[in-house]
């Protein structure tokens, strides 16, 4: 299903234009109420999607300091444990993969957990899609948003993780 007017309007008159032709009757004017109904509302679609793309912005940015925060103080705390580790010979190129693989212990069961709740959402709303108004809907999320959920899910951590190398490394 699309959600631009231009793409619906096409398709609505492709198909109207196409049962004028096998109805024969030639000077007509046909009305399309439904077009009118969807032109008046053509930019909340638009609208609600700003919104929720300014909602996953903001909720990027507070996952990032939140992960930051937490990566830092674990880092100010394993100072000494670091520079134990340095004098034994690891170098700078291990204190990076230590950190990014602490990183990787946000990352993976964040990301288990969040597909399931997704999954367990979806599946719930799609079941009161059909009793309540009987439209059949996907249980499962788009491949789009699954992707997009499993990128921003490894994004954050590997931003956060940033400040607090350069940190671990002084």
């Known amino acids: 299903m699309d959600s631009n007017y231009d793409n619906i309007a096409n398709k609505v008159t492709r198909i109207a234009s196409s049962i004028s032709d096998k109805l024969g009757v030639t000077p007509f004017r046909m009305s399309l109420p439904v077009l009118k109904i969807l032109r008046y509302n ?26 930051y925060s937490l990566l830092l103080l674990d880092i100010d705390t394993k100072k000494f444990e670091f520079a134990i580790l340095r004098s034994m010979g690891l170098d700078k190129k291990g204190v990076v993969l230590l950190i990014l693989t602490q990183t990787t212990f946000f990352i993976i069961p964040a990301l288990i957990i969040g597909h399931l709740f997704s999954w367990f959402f979806l599946n719930m709303i799609a079941n009161k899609f059909k009793e309540g108004l009987d439209i059949n809907m996907s249980s499962f999320p788009k491949g789009k948003s699954f992707i997009l959920s499993t990128f921003l899910g490894i994004l954050v951590p590997i931003i956060s993780s940033l400040i607090p190398i350069k940190q671990a490394l002084k």
């Open 42 to 67: 053509r930019y909340s679609q638009m609208f609600l999607g700003l919104i929720f793309d300014l909602v996953i912005l903001v909720l990027f940015g507070l996952s990032v300091t939140l992960i």
